[in-house]
């Protein structure tokens, strides 16, 4: 168990629908990083976020957004949605906001289909 | 782009042999992370290698970092059927933008 905790585990929706996932980073963590993984793409980052503020940005849609709150979780939005964002979003976190002086601990990822 | 790809894409090889993967990678980096997956799971972190190391040690895992040829490899000795999974490194810039992963290699371990 990373301590990383991700809800819905599944979910199931229809185009043009909005979705909303949530991640509660590890306790004590302060940064929240979003993943999506899809069979084609790979695991591509998406945001990236350090106590409450967006730290790094990568390949997200513009009918993707996300944010962290002052409890430390985060949530992800995704709208207007398309059978291509049918995939695995993880969430991971850290200690502080630069994962390339430590390791990051995953969720188990929440599993999106789009009908 | 990734910043790191692996390579094989997919692996098979019987219990008790030795795994082999590797990773190139393209701009500076601060270190290089190997992560793990199994199927449908988060990953989990393996190793990390820090860009003035060559080589590194955990368990059955050894990792080399090649700087001048901006590459990787990892190594699992005496494979088991759990170690089936698929493998990732990982980088990340001098700036701490943009962490990425490469798009992992597939490792089978038949009994």
């Known amino acids: 168990d990373s301590g990383v905790t991700q809800t819905p585990k599944h979910l199931i929706t229809a185009t043009g629908q909005r979705v909303t996932l949530r991640c509660s980073p590890r306790s004590g963590d302060l940064s929240v990083y979003w993943y999506q993984q899809s069979l084609d793409q790979g695991l591509q980052f998406l945001i990236q976020?350090?106590?409450?503020?967006?730290?790094a940005k990568g390949n997200i849609l513009e009918r993707f957004s996300a944010q962290q709150f002052p409890d430390l979780h985060s949530e992800l939005n995704l709208s207007s949605l398309e059978l291509g964002d049918s995939a695995l979003y993880f969430c991971?976190?850290?200690?502080?906001?630069?994962?390339?002086?430590?390791?990051?601990?995953f969720g188990e990822g929440s599993r999106l289909t789009v009908l | 782009s990734q910043q790191g790809e692996e390579d094989p894409q997919a692996l098979s090889i019987q219990e008790g042999e030795n795994a082999t993967m590797n990773c190139s990678y393209k701009t500076s980096i601060n270190n290089l992370q190997w992560y793990r997956q199994n199927s449908g799971r988060g990953l989990v972190h393996l190793i990390l290698i820090r860009s003035n190391e060559r080589e590194k040690h955990s368990g059955r895992l050894r990792v080399t970092l090649d700087t001048s040829k901006k590459s990787s490899s990892l190594l699992i000795t005496a494979s088991r059927a759990a170690d089936t999974a698929s493998y990732f490194c990982?980088?990340?810039?001098?700036?701490?933008?943009?962490?990425?992963f490469g798009p992992g290699t597939r490792l089978s371990v038949l009994p």
């Open positions: 991971a976190s850290s200690v502080d906001g630069r994962p390339f002086t430590g390791e990051l601990f």
């Open positions: 976020y350090y106590n409450g503020e967006e730290r």
């Open positions: 990982a980088t990340g810039d001098n700036y701490g933008q943009n962490f990425v």
